[in-house]
């Protein structure tokens, strides 16, 4: 079952750089106020799993920066459990106002960001 992931997850990279979607291009203020509202938000996911691609893809249509980082490091998994809840990707993680928000389904993630920065 180990070769078969691994297989089709290299399809799916391999799928997702051939046809990578444009990035949205913004006047230079806008895009730096843009960067400055992502600067709360983390997307934790595994880079070969299928609903992290469809939300990076998302993320890239928006233009958006948004940090990605490797949910199968220890202490990103450890993080993602114990202050999330659930040991689950794609998860964006939501620091506002002080206060963390954890989402994790991908179309609730690519709604999210649709809404907000579209």
Not at 26 to 46: F, I, M, N, S, W
Not at 69 to 97: F, S, T
């Amino acid at each position: 079952m180990f070769i078969v992931r691994w297989v089709l997850g290299r399809i799916i990279l391999f799928l997702n750089f051939v046809f990578t979607p444009k990035k949205r291009q913004r006047p230079l203020a806008e895009q730096a106020k843009v960067d400055e509202q992502t600067q709360g938000l983390q997307l934790y996911q595994y880079a070969a799993c299928p609903f992290c691609v469809k939300v990076r893809r998302a993320i890239r249509r928006q233009g958006l920066n948004i940090v990605t980082v490797d949910a199968k490091q220890a202490e990103h998994q450890q993080m993602l459990v114990e202050e999330g809840g659930l040991a689950k990707v794609p998860c964006l993680r939501i620091d506002e106002a002080g206060e963390t928000q954890w989402m994790y389904e991908s179309s609730d993630i690519i709604d999210y960001l649709n809404k907000r920065f579209a």
